[in-house]
């Protein structure tokens, strides 16, 4: 017999357990149940006939086994059943969890639900092949919200606010406008960024008539899709194979789908299957026995942790091969330690080394793990080919995301070249750039451009529209305030890292000036697809520079030394930069490229460089097979940008 009963010490003594079998193990013959909890008294498990209500109708007292868990062995076939464990802890019963390791469940979660998985799997599905990548300098990202991308009325899709809505193809504005998926290819972009989409706590599955919102960073069961964007969350196959079938739709449309993955903290405290499996265990606190909050949702967890760090490595390896998804984004990664990390990428190399990692560098509060430990945008260099998002870009362009009435350099606001400048060379150590004065960062953060995401908006925070209406300068018009969303864009576009859109941005989208959405209505989050004939000119403009970017391979260099190589920057006057990009960098078609940021509010004259030069992007316009032939002096119009490429005679 092994003892299961002994007193740690310290969560560093808990024994590790490395199988691979934790949760259920199903076939038709039998269930094998294993259940990590080291400081346990006791486990039991419960089987049920329904996934929700109703009593048990069997209790099994589980036995202990070796490295802190518990096993059970039903004989027969449970297919169709649910069940849940309950821990006893100081001669106290726990409430119920499905587990941790729990991968389907029933409506609303908590009950863990037994299936085949082979009946999840749509039609072909094993021949589902993901869309080739050959550099993560080729990455162009959208993001987007499932329930936001369709559920308005002009969207013209018919699974509103469900998985199944990426599966439609030909749907249309009430304008005819192209929406939906067909709408992302005629945008060109590489990779779709789903926020959350495992099952989360914030949404009552029964209550769906409600509509009910929620982003969904309140993680419930990490392991299974979320119910409510399935067509029936009380089927537990259901939400997994509608999840599946959205993903091989992507991927059959030329996409690759990232999945917004939040380990950073729970929805519940001490009511969470992590702390209803081993107390305390896999979250930190503080020196007082309080939660430690760096997540700002009243916890965080303990990635340094073993089992806590072999959780988070197991469950993307699980996305990764049962779902086939294509990459990672790590909401508030700073709180994770920079091994934990280091050993994600390690273990998806196994699978797939072009799968994507990339997170939110940073924490919402302080933490107790040292920040020399911690996966944030200054120790970036250490983490292994994984990206953080570049906040010095953003808010240069754009302004403070703290403060609302601040703006950036797309509004005539001088003083942000240099981090501006950051975010162009892909946070690297480059000569031109003097970190003293970058707004966020004081010294280079990237061994190389592929670990830097530039943006200027995401679902957090404002969308860009409303922030540059509440950064407008006094007498600013409509007509600027698109000038200044293209300004914006080009820069993002143009510069060296991966560049990342927030889903509606092409339209104009706007959140009626809310910053913060996360649980607003409908009709503050959706995409309004009429948007689309009449902001026709901006999403073409973005569209040009998608395609700009693609056809250009000087704008996505590889390596750090390639860029300072073969990136130059142009001495030029506040609010206004100009770089050079020589030496058919990357294999380039052409020697030289020319980009020209005009943050002034009005026309400044430049000299170009010596010889004659094609447009490719002036005054809000681009074509990629050039729009005039110049040389000598050419004027920059006010906020807008220039690019040109060098003739050769």
Same mark, same amino acid.
């Given at each position: 017999?092994?003892?299961?009963?002994?007193?740690?010490?310290?969560?560093?003594?808990?024994?590790?357990?490395?199988?691979?079998?934790?949760?259920?193990?199903?076939?038709?013959?039998?269930?094998?149940?294993?259940?990590?909890?080291?400081?346990?008294?006791?486990?039991?498990?419960?089987?049920?006939?329904?996934?929700?209500?109703?009593?048990?109708?069997?209790?099994?007292?589980?036995?202990?086994?070796?490295?802190?868990?518990?096993?059970?062995?039903?004989?027969?076939?449970?297919?169709?059943?649910?069940?849940?464990?309950?821990?006893?802890?100081?001669?106290?019963?726990?409430?119920?969890?499905?587990?941790?390791?729990?991968?389907?469940?029933?409506?609303?979660?908590?009950?863990?639900?037994?299936?085949?998985?082979?009946?999840?799997?749509?039609?072909?599905?094993?021949?589902?092949?993901?869309?080739?990548?050959?550099?993560?300098?080729?990455?162009?990202?959208?993001?987007?919200?499932?329930?936001?991308?369709?559920?308005?009325?002009?969207?013209?899709?018919?699974?509103?606010?469900?998985?199944?809505?990426?599966?439609?193809?030909?749907?249309?504005?009430?304008?005819?406008?192209?929406?939906?998926?067909?709408?992302?290819?005629?945008?060109? &972009?590489?990779? &779709?960024?789903?926020?959350?989409?495992?099952?989360?706590?914030?949404?009552?599955?029964?209550?769906?008539?409600?509509?009910?919102?929620?982003?969904?960073?309140?993680?419930?069961?990490?392991?299974?899709?979320?119910?409510?964007?399935?067509?029936?969350?009380?089927?537990?196959?259901? *939400?997994? *194979?509608?999840?599946?079938?959205?993903?091989?739709?992507?991927?059959?449309?030329?996409?690759?789908?990232?999945?917004?993955?939040?380990?950073?903290?729970?929805?519940?405290?001490?009511?969470?299957?992590?702390?209803?499996?081993?107390?305390?265990?896999?979250?930190?606190?503080?020196?007082?026995?309080?939660?430690?909050?760096?997540?700002?949702?009243?916890?965080?967890?303990?990635?340094? *942790?073993?089992?806590?760090?072999?959780?988070?490595?197991?469950?993307?390896?699980?996305?990764?091969?049962?779902?086939? &998804?294509?990459?990672?984004?790590?909401?508030?990664?700073?709180?994770?330690?920079?091994?934990?990390?280091?050993?994600?990428?390690?273990?998806?190399? *196994?699978?797939? $080394?072009?799968?994507?990692?990339?997170?939110?560098?940073?924490?919402?509060?302080?933490?107790?793990?040292?920040?020399?430990?911690?996966?944030?945008?200054?120790?970036?260099?250490?983490?292994?080919?994984?990206?953080?998002?570049?906040?010095?870009?953003?808010?240069?362009?754009?302004?403070?995301?703290?403060?609302?009435?601040?703006?950036?350099?797309?509004?005539?606001?001088?003083?942000?070249?240099?981090?501006?400048?950051?975010?162009?060379?892909?946070?690297?150590?480059?000569?031109?750039?003097?970190?003293?004065?970058?707004?966020?960062?004081?010294?280079?953060?990237?061994?190389?451009? $592929?670990?830097?995401?530039?943006?200027?908006?995401?679902?957090?925070?404002?969308?860009?529209?409303?922030?540059?209406?509440?950064?407008?300068?006094?007498?600013?018009?409509?007509?600027?305030?698109?000038?200044?969303?293209?300004?914006?864009? $080009?820069?993002?576009?143009?510069?060296?890292? &991966?560049?990342?859109?927030?889903?509606?941005?092409?339209?104009?989208?706007?959140?009626?000036?809310?910053?913060?959405?996360?649980?607003?209505?409908?009709?503050?989050?959706?995409?309004?697809?009429?948007?689309?004939?009449?902001?026709?000119?901006?999403?073409?403009?973005?569209?040009?520079?998608?395609?700009? #970017?693609?056809?250009?391979?000087?704008? #996505?260099?590889?390596?750090?030394?390639?860029? #300072?190589?073969?990136?130059?920057?142009?001495?030029?006057?506040?609010?206004?930069?100009?770089?050079?990009?020589?030496?058919?960098?990357?294999?380039?078609?052409?020697?030289?490229?020319?980009?020209?940021?005009?943050?002034?509010?009005?026309?400044?004259?430049?000299?170009?460089?010596?010889?004659?030069?094609?447009?490719?992007?002036?005054?809000?316009?681009?074509?990629?097979?050039?729009?005039?032939?110049?040389?000598?002096?050419?004027?920059?119009?006010?906020?807008?940008?220039?690019?040109?490429?060098?003739?050769?005679?």
């Amino acid at each position: 017999m092994i003892d299961n009963k002994s007193v740690y010490n310290s969560f560093d003594d808990y024994p590790v357990y490395s199988g691979d079998d934790l949760g259920l193990t199903y076939s038709t013959k039998c269930s094998k149940f294993r259940f990590w909890s080291p400081a346990a008294n006791s486990v039991k498990l419960n089987i049920y006939n329904e996934g929700l209500n109703g009593k048990p109708v069997e209790t099994c007292i589980m036995q202990p086994d070796k490295n802190g868990t518990w096993i059970y062995k039903t004989v027969g076939d449970l297919k169709g059943k649910f069940y849940t464990f309950q821990v006893k802890i100081n001669d106290r019963w726990l409430a119920e969890t499905p587990g941790i390791w729990a991968k389907a469940a029933g409506v609303n979660g908590n009950r863990a639900a037994i299936i085949d998985f082979s009946e999840t799997n749509p039609e072909n599905w094993e021949n589902d092949k993901k869309p080739e990548l050959k550099s993560f300098a080729d990455i162009i990202i959208y993001e987007v919200h499932i329930r936001d991308f369709s559920i308005s009325p002009t969207s013209g899709i018919t699974n509103k606010g469900k998985f199944l809505s990426f599966t439609e193809n030909g749907t249309v504005s009430p304008e005819g406008e192209k929406t939906g998926t067909d709408h992302l290819k005629d945008l060109g &972009i590489t990779h &779709i960024h789903l926020l959350p989409v495992f099952d989360f706590a914030s949404i009552d599955e029964t209550k769906l008539d409600e509509n009910k919102y929620n982003w969904g960073y309140d993680p419930q069961n990490y392991n299974l899709p979320e119910g409510g964007y399935s067509t029936n969350p009380y089927e537990p196959k259901t *939400r997994i *194979r509608e999840f599946k079938e959205m993903v091989k739709s992507l991927h059959s449309n030329g996409f690759r789908v990232i999945m917004d993955v939040v380990f950073n903290h729970t929805f519940f405290n001490e009511n969470s299957n992590l702390f209803l499996t081993a107390q305390k265990y896999f979250y930190r606190y503080k020196a007082d026995g309080s939660w430690s909050n760096a997540s700002g949702c009243f916890n965080e967890t303990a990635s340094e *942790r073993q089992m806590m760090r072999k959780y988070i490595v197991d469950s993307v390896k699980y996305w990764a091969t049962e779902y086939h &998804i294509d990459g990672f984004r790590f909401d508030l990664m700073g709180i994770h330690d920079i091994k934990t990390m280091n050993e994600v990428r390690a273990a998806l190399n *196994r699978i797939d $080394t072009s799968i994507f990692i990339y997170g939110e560098g940073w924490t919402a509060n302080e933490s107790p793990l040292s920040e020399d430990l911690r996966a944030v945008k200054r120790n970036a260099r250490q983490l292994n080919n994984i990206a953080v998002f570049c906040d010095d870009i953003r808010d240069a362009l754009r302004g403070n995301w703290y403060n609302p009435k601040i703006g950036g350099f797309v509004s005539g606001i001088c003083g942000h070249e240099e981090s501006l400048k950051a975010g162009i060379t892909g946070a690297i150590k480059h000569h031109h750039v003097d970190y003293s004065k970058v707004k966020y960062a004081n010294q280079a953060y990237t061994n190389a451009p $592929t670990q830097l995401i530039n943006y200027v908006s995401c679902h957090d925070d404002f969308c860009l529209m409303d922030k540059l209406k509440e950064t407008a300068p006094a007498n600013a018009t409509d007509c600027e305030l698109l000038r200044f969303n293209k300004l914006a864009q $080009t820069a993002v576009f143009t510069s060296q890292g &991966i560049p990342f859109i927030y889903a509606g941005e092409e339209i104009c989208r706007n959140k009626k000036g809310i910053h913060n959405t996360f649980k607003s209505p409908d009709e503050i989050n959706q995409i309004n697809w009429s948007n689309k004939s009449k902001y026709k000119d901006v999403f073409n403009y973005c569209k040009g520079l998608i395609e700009l #970017r693609k056809s250009y391979s000087a704008f #996505r260099m590889n390596s750090a030394n390639e860029v #300072r190589k073969n990136l130059k920057f142009i001495k030029t006057s506040n609010s206004f930069i100009a770089y050079l990009i020589d030496g058919y960098a990357n294999n380039n078609a052409w020697e030289d490229i020319v980009v020209i940021l005009n943050g002034n509010r009005n026309a400044v004259d430049f000299k170009l460089l010596e010889g004659r030069w094609k447009l490719l992007c002036h005054d809000g316009k681009i074509n990629i097979n050039g729009i005039a032939n110049v040389q000598g002096i050419l004027r920059i119009e006010a906020s807008s940008a220039s690019i040109l490429v060098r003739i050769l005679n």
